[in-house]
């Protein structure tokens, strides 16, 4: 009977052990596929943002601004200035996007900084600007002022860095899903705009 009632608990303590680690087996695979998703995302975002670095604004640009005035984009970059571009998105991720440029930007000061999104009229603009709590200037560019706008395909919400010869450089394409990259992002070029 104790024989019996010994194997019979050996037995248990065995198949309780065995869906232990076929559990943790499960989730150490789980992890590794994961881990390997990951790096081919990134790795695909990195060539990604390799690619697009290509692309430049007309200086002769007009935009017009949330109170209807237009100007020339060549009367307002004076710096170089670091540009979040909002096109046609998921309203959760220029949400995301708009909160992490106002925690990296906005204690530093709103002069460096502006927004170009692409609507039909200032009120537009504005109610954009309202709906987003957007902080910094905003401003409407036709869309056809943006040559080479593979960017644009890819990706309506991106960042840049535009200088006052209107060169463009360090295009950033935020992924929600690595939104420490954008912390990082923002984070150095805030220093590569203040250097220079």
Request: with cysteine.
């Amino acid at each position: 009977m104790k024989a019996n009632l010994v194997f019979k608990f050996t037995w248990i303590v065995t198949l309780v052990t065995l869906v232990i680690f076929i559990i943790i087996s499960i989730n150490y695979y789980n992890e590794i596929k994961t881990i390997k998703n990951d790096k081919l995302r990134i790795s695909n975002l990195l060539k990604l943002q390799i690619k697009l670095n290509s692309l430049y604004i007309k200086s002769n640009s007009l935009i017009v601004n949330d109170v209807g005035k237009i100007d020339s984009i060549k009367n307002l970059i004076e710096s170089k200035t670091l540009v979040l571009r909002i096109g046609d998105h998921c309203e959760q991720c220029i949400e995301k996007e708009v909160e992490n440029l106002n925690k990296s930007f906005i204690l530093r000061g709103k002069k460096n900084v502006m927004i170009l999104v692409t609507v039909d009229n200032y009120r537009q603009i504005k109610a954009v600007k309202e709906k987003y709590q957007i902080l910094f200037p905003i401003y409407s560019i036709d869309s056809k002022s943006l040559i080479n706008n593979l960017v644009e395909n890819v990706n309506p919400l991106y960042y840049f860095v535009i200088d006052e010869n209107y060169s463009i450089s360090n295009i950033f394409v935020p992924e929600k899903s690595y939104n420490n990259f954008t912390t990082f992002y923002l984070k150095n070029i805030y220093s590569y705009i203040k250097t220079y």
